[in-house]
């Protein structure tokens, strides 16, 4: 299986604040990356699929970058609404694996 | 509105079989793919397997022993079923939809239910 690792696990940050999220995959996955929100209680919400490529209806703050093995995600001014746990998911190769979460709190 | 919502027991018993069902509004069974994802408490996403409207089914190998995914196009659902259950699997249960990106062929989770928490308990 693909491992998929992200740093940091969890972080703290204030509104207005640009917050940046890596991922590292155990093997290149060429652009196969997903990143996804997921909040208390809620469905999770995919963001950014094909490693950069913005989800519909998602705001342009997000941005996901990176190919073969390191992705970023990249939050420019941090929301209220943001605060949240934040997923990578490769689909490189089955099985689908996703790494362990980077949970954004408030400061 | 395209929405899926998971239903089934919250509580079964060590040994027992988990059955979830999966019901998909606003969108067609016969489109894309439909999966399984769980969570346990305070640990990372798991992904289970997935089902093809014709029936045919992709498992994780690290459960495929013990779990069968399967679809009702009359129903518009699809259900899972893991056997020889422990405290293990106690988790949060979510389906989604896997799709594939027109950007290439990358395939991504673009639409989950709210999940369910099952707990495996005597």
């Known amino acids: 299986d693909i491992q998929m690792t992200q740093s940091p696990s969890s972080l703290s940050a204030s509104v207005g604040d640009r917050v940046t999220i890596t991922c590292r995959a155990s093997q290149s996955i060429s652009n196969y990356l997903n990143w996804y929100q997921h909040r208390p209680g809620k469905a999770p919400k995919l963001l950014i699929y094909v490693a950069s490529s913005l989800q519909s209806g998602v705001p342009s703050r997000f941005r996901g970058s990176g190919s073969g093995t390191d992705f970023t995600l990249t939050i420019s001014s941090l929301q209220p609404e943001d605060f949240a746990t934040y997923y990578c998911?490769?689909?490189?190769?089955?099985?689908?694996?996703f790494g362990q979460g980077t949970k954004v709190e408030i400061k | 509105q395209e929405q899926l919502q998971e239903s089934g027991p919250g509580l079964v018993k060590p040994s027992e079989t988990l059955s979830l069902t999966c019901t998909i509004s606003?969108?067609?069974?016969?489109?894309?793919?439909w999966t399984w994802i769980r969570q346990p408490p305070g640990k990372g996403l798991e992904w289970i397997g997935l089902i093809y409207f014709s029936g045919n089914a992709i498992y994780n190998p690290s459960l495929k022993s013990r779990v069968t995914i399967s679809a009702d196009t009359s129903k518009n659902q699809f259900s899972l079923k893991l056997n020889s259950l422990t405290a293990a699997d106690t988790a949060v249960y979510y389906c989604?939809?896997?799709?594939?990106?027109?950007?290439?062929?990358?395939?991504?989770?673009?639409?989950w239910g709210r999940g369910t928490l099952v707990t495996v308990s005597s």
């Open positions: 989604a939809r896997e799709r594939i990106a027109a950007e290439g062929p990358v395939w991504y989770f673009d639409l």
């Open positions: 606003g969108d067609s069974i016969t489109s894309y793919y």
């Open positions: 998911q490769q689909s490189y190769s089955s099985p689908r694996t």
